[in-house]
């Protein structure tokens, strides 16, 4: 509560008005009421004010500043104060709604980023509107957004909207650990990491200087945590000048870090199922549907002198394995052939499971000899035997290949025929065992 006079100076205030604004009652008394008011809302604030020296009692809303800048939102209800038929004095009841503002706005803006995720928008979007967000409800401070990668255990930058540019490349890849900057820090113990002066703190020998030169004297790193308490990311705010964050701020900020988890989990759902529907279960590699979309687009793309191949191979007697030392070592005896064959290949070659133990391969820009060359490359790698839970296991594959466009202008058309060449391909050598056990029975060993 507080009291201003007809011209507009302070006479009277509580506490409580003294701490929100901080200024000692010397400082505040006989400061005017309009100097306090931010000048977003100083027109609007003088309507009210003018209407209140007319005799009315008035509810408004404005923004005003603190002694060190700080900006609070308040819900004034004010009214004239009368001696001898005179307006005296104004008396004033002011509730602070910083939070609840913000927070109003925190759910409408959640509403159109949960609308972004349903119209399957970029995660980069999706997170960049979550930086803006916070961004527009703190005093201050610039946010960014890093994403774990689990398999090298580092924090990728995936949002940094207002970060001058030199910034996301300095502070990307930080290594989850103790001292790799407040965000590596934050990551690794999984806790909030408040650094209120980054020119001290042994967090950031690293980087320091970088930060420095752009002013950014604090940062707070918050993990994003799933529900599992495993960690998805950090949310990171930095900001010009030392600042510890206020009570609330770091609310604000949990609602935005619990946000960020939502849309990340969405995402990496989003992209499991994906996966799923276009890759085998067990060895990872391309299913038929993928395989066979990736085939129709390499040849809907290639020029006149392009030739792609298909190989098409399965493992001879694999049945026999399966019968022999189980489900489960046909398994992971697969998943290692699936690893072999891609190692036989490039990025812009494409190895896929069709089913059972029968594999294709894509092939692009090669000729005949080249694809000869690769079948015999897969023989020698798969010549070589697999230890698998004890087991020593060789195996051969029959190989069958066929080449766009001389076999054939279709997906299905070429891989019936390097289906063909492969079973040809096994019946000759069917054909050679065979004579080979036969010569062995009558006392011939062969050569």
Same mark, same amino acid.
């Given at each position: ?6 011209? #507009? ?56 500043? /603190? ?215 067990? /060895? #990872? ?12 687009k390499t040849i809907t ?48 070659? /494409? ?10 391969i894509l092939v692009n ?18 010549? /070589? ?63």
């Amino acid at each position: 509560m507080f009291y201003f006079k007809h011209d #507009g100076e302070f006479i009277l205030c509580n506490e409580a008005t003294l701490k929100l604004f901080d200024y000692t009652n010397e400082e505040f008394i006989k400061k005017p009421f309009i100097e306090l008011i931010d000048e977003s809302r100083l027109a609007q604030t003088e309507k009210h004010i003018k209407r209140i020296y007319h005799g009315y009692k008035d509810h408004f809303e404005t923004i005003v500043q /603190t002694k060190h800048q700080q900006r609070y939102e308040l819900a004034l209800t004010a009214a004239p104060i009368y001696k001898d038929g005179q307006i005296a004095a104004v008396v004033v009841m002011a509730k602070d709604i910083t939070l609840e503002k913000k927070q109003e706005i925190l759910l409408s803006s959640q509403n159109k980023i949960l609308e972004m995720i349903t119209k399957d928008a970029p995660i980069s979007v999706v997170l960049n509107h979550v930086c803006y967000l916070v961004e527009s409800v703190l005093d201050g401070g610039v946010t960014s957004i890093l994403l774990l990668d689990p398999s090298e255990n580092r924090l990728i930058q995936a949002s940094s909207p207002n970060l001058p540019a030199k910034l996301p490349k300095v502070i990307n890849n930080i290594p989850v650990g103790y001292g790799n900057g407040s965000c590596g820090t934050a990551a690794y113990l999984k806790k909030p990491i408040i650094v209120t002066d980054i020119e001290v703190s042994p967090l950031f020998k690293d980087f320091r200087n970088v930060l420095l030169d752009y002013d950014y004297r604090s940062c707070w790193s918050i993990p994003i945590l799933d529900n599992k308490n495993n960690v998805f990311g950090v949310f990171a705010i930095y900001n010009q000048g030392s600042c510890v964050p206020k009570e609330d701020d770091l609310e604000i900020i949990k609602k935005a870090t619990y946000l960020a988890h939502l849309i990340i989990k969405h995402y990496r759902a989003e992209e499991r199922i994906n996966f799923m529907a276009f890759h085998d279960d067990l /060895t #990872g590699l391309a299913n038929r549907r993928l395989f066979d979309k990736r085939v129709r687009k390499t040849i809907t793309e290639a020029t006149k002198d392009i030739k792609i191949g298909l190989l098409y191979l399965d493992l001879d007697r694999f049945k026999l394995i399966n019968d022999s030392l189980g489900h489960k070592i046909g398994d992971l005896l697969l998943v290692e052939v699936a690893k072999r064959l891609n190692a036989c290949i490039t990025d812009q070659d /494409t190895a896929s499971r069709q089913g059972g133990d029968e594999f294709t391969i894509l092939v692009n820009n090669v000729n005949k000899e080249r694809l000869e060359n690769l079948a015999k490359v897969i023989l020698h790698k798969l010549d /070589t035997p697999f230890y698998i839970e004890g087991h020593e296991i060789f195996v051969t594959p029959s190989i069958g290949i066929s080449l766009y466009p001389d076999d054939g202008d279709e997906v299905a058309e070429l891989i019936r025929k390097a289906d063909v060449a492969m079973y040809q391909a096994k019946t000759k050598e069917e054909v050679i065992i065979n004579f080979m056990i036969r010569n062995w029975t009558n006392g011939i060993m062969p050569d």
